[in-house]
């Protein structure tokens, strides 16, 4: 039934569609093609004619916008536009545009564009309008706009198709410019306080300067490889070098990782660099920049944030990595002198390691599973590890620490500073270290970058520095749930596009099939394409290798779960976090290592299957309670695996026999 009804929608769809496309052609025919317009004199926007109505009342004006709403009433009509300020109403009558111009009026579609000129006047309800005079179709829409009660609500729609999202939720375009206001402060405090914004390579042979996995590409008229950058800082550093001694660079890097609501494969950020201070001098700038940029944006200090308020106009708190995680696991890592110890505190608390991790990559991870979490007032957290910090200045007395913080609101990481490391024979050395990483299997770990190190030994003088993620920030400020509500364009999955295994062979199977499909469009529009996958190749888990007697059986509780939110699991390449409606009126959290298979975005929204009655397991530090179903099988040795989705008509909680 919903199949038919389906079909019956895009039925009608095309006919819509159809018709304004026999529209144009008959605009076309009689030489008022819309498309010619190249230009239109707009004098005033929507709200500009609503905060000035004393003035322009009964004066002539011109906008230009989106038909969004049309009531036509005989020789009279009333139409809405909008425009990048709102929305403003108009009167259209037969008796003053003239009969010809009323009857094309008439035959608009919404979603067209026009312009209207007329006076200003207020209708008998209070509604500022204008009283048109002309009418000008400057451009004519050939799709269907979403029903306007409804406007567009499905999340994955609106992010591929931002377009229709600005035109048709108001809020949207009302985040977009309050993170175009934000970039504007931002500038304005910095280049106030002296810094230079400038531009340097996104296209580099070493991307250093961070522990992330980089894209990489090829420079076809050089033949080399190259990277796409996954920081500022080391190009940055070069500039202090050459005696530019405040810069900074808002622009894009690039990060191989995955997707969820903070993170996105390329994003925003913001580095900057100032000689002869330290990461002292970095906290002062952070507190004071974040307090500019609320008081102007916002016109206040306090932000609210998902019904918690943060209040940027208090003094922020400092305290260090070790006093956070004494705070908030209870151990003191002042008494840990051993990585043995470390180890053995770790699995006493749940908290996994590599075996590569030293005595500082542990404390980390303390700090990340305990910690985090509660900074939700603004917080700088000092005094990280040697281990974890390979650009920082060791802490005069305590080398195994270094003079780098990270601010923290929400329970995110906001920025990172440090008091910058000028020493290019130590700075060498911790080149050799993340190496060693590199060649253990860390992809994260930087290389040598031998021209920034020669930039060292000519001399760096005393410098602090500090990275900002310009995205999580406009979050914040704007209160918006995702990094993708504050993201233009966010980076989406191609759509019909698999990961799996068996996905990955129907695709390759039907090359041959898309490119006969490609040279006749028409043929592939009415004949299905038959793709046959070759499942010659696909071992199976052989049945009833062990017997489960029924009573066993009938204790696992098999319920249908909707995904609500999923994410992957900071610091784990394979754990994916599920919140799940499980029909009890309480979220359930689930872990599943199939982050291989999945993207986090694949599965919001979709009916899975899970045993709900497992007994909580401790994974990456959270309580995994149940577990997801799936499907494996492998191919030439290597595990194929499908999420089991079910029937979204199936209700959360249903239970399976």
């Not at 076309?28 to 000035?52: A, N």
């Not at 005393?462 to 310009?470: A, K, S, V």
């Amino acid at each position: 039934m919903a199949g038919q009804q389906k079909n019956a929608q895009d039925q009608d769809l095309n006919q819509l569609r159809k018709v304004r496309r026999e529209k144009l052609a008959e605009l076309q025919e009689r030489g008022e093609d819309p498309f010619l317009i190249t230009k239109y004199d707009v004098t005033h926007h929507s709200q500009e004619i609503k905060d000035h109505f004393e003035e322009l009342e009964n004066k002539e004006v011109s906008v230009a916008g989106r038909i969004m709403q049309k009531r036509v009433m005989g020789k009279a009509s009333f139409c809405n536009i909008q425009d990048l300020e709102g929305n403003i109403q108009s009167y259209v009558a037969r008796d003053n545009i003239g009969e010809d111009h009323y009857k094309d009026f008439k035959k608009f579609d919404i979603g067209d564009i026009v312009g209207i000129r007329g006076t200003v006047f207020k209708t008998k309800t209070g509604e500022i309008s204008i009283h048109a005079e002309s009418v000008q179709l400057l451009s004519k829409s050939l799709q269907v706009l979403p029903e306007k009660f409804h406007g567009l609500t499905d999340t994955d729609t609106r992010y591929r198709q931002r377009y229709v999202d600005l035109i048709m939720n108001r809020e949207v375009k009302d985040t977009f410019i309050k993170r175009s206001k934000i970039l504007s402060s931002i500038r304005k405090y910095l280049d106030s306080q002296g810094f230079l914004e400038v531009e340097t390579p996104m296209l580099v042979a070493n991307a250093g300067g961070a522990a992330a996995r980089p894209f990489e590409t090829h420079f076809n008229a050089l033949d080399e490889d190259f990277k796409l950058r996954i920081s500022l800082e080391l190009y940055l550093k070069r500039l202090i070098v050459g005696g530019m001694e405040r810069v900074y660079e808002i622009g894009r890097v690039f990060r191989n990782e995955g997707l969820d609501t903070r993170h996105n494969p390329e994003f925003t950020l913001m580095e900057l660099y100032q000689a002869y201070t330290d990461y002292n001098g970095m906290m002062d700038l952070t507190e004071n920049l974040y307090r500019h940029v609320a008081q102007d944006v916002l016109g206040t200090t306090k932000i609210v944030y998902n019904g918690v308020e943060m209040d940027l106009g208090k003094p922020f708190e400092r305290i260090t990595m070790i006093d956070a995680v004494k705070k908030y696991a209870g151990v003191d890592w002042n008494e840990v002198k051993t990585l043995k110890q470390a180890r053995e505190l770790a699995k006493e608390h749940h908290v996994e390691y590599e075996e590569r991790h030293k005595k500082g990559d542990i404390l980390s991870l303390f700090f990340e599973e305990f910690a985090e979490e509660h900074l939700i007032q603004p917080t700088f957290v000092m005094d990280h590890p040697i281990e974890i910090s390979p650009l920082t200045k060791k802490k005069p007395g305590n080398p195994d620490y270094v003079e780098r913080f990270e601010f923290f609101m929400n329970g995110w990481e906001m920025a990172n500073a440090y008091s910058e490391l000028n020493d290019p024979i130590d700075q060498r050395e911790r080149f050799k270290a993340q190496e060693e990483l590199l060649a253990q299997g860390d992809e994260e770990a930087n290389t040598t970058d031998e021209d920034f190190l020669n930039a060292l030994e000519i001399g760096m003088p005393p410098t602090g520095g500090i990275g900002f993620g310009i995205d999580r920030m406009c979050m914040l400020l704007t209160n918006s749930a995702a990094i993708r509500d504050v993201l233009l364009f966010p980076t989406m999955k191609a759509q019909g596009a698999a990961k799996n295994e068996a996905h990955n062979a129907a695709q390759t199977a039907g090359k041959a099939a898309e490119s006969a499909a490609e040279a006749a469009p028409a043929a592939a529009e009415t004949a299905p394409v038959k793709v046959d996958i070759d499942f010659s190749n696909v071992e199976v888990e052989p049945l009833f290798e062990d017997m489960v007697d029924f009573e066993t059986f009938s204790k696992s509780d098999f319920r249908a779960v909707k995904v609500k939110e999923c994410e992957a699991v900071p610091k784990s390449k394979k754990l994916l976090k599920f919140v799940l409606d499980d029909g009890s009126g309480e979220d359930r959290v689930i872990l599943s290592g199939i982050h291989d298979y999945y993207e986090p975005e694949e599965l919001v929204g979709k009916t899975l299957i899970a045993i709900v009655n497992l007994p909580p397991r401790k994974m990456m530090g959270i309580d995994s309670c149940g577990m997801i179903i799936s499907a494996t099988h492998l191919v030439e040795g290597r595990e194929g695996l499908n999420v089991l989705i079910v029937d979204d008509k199936i209700p959360a909680g249903a239970k399976l026999y």
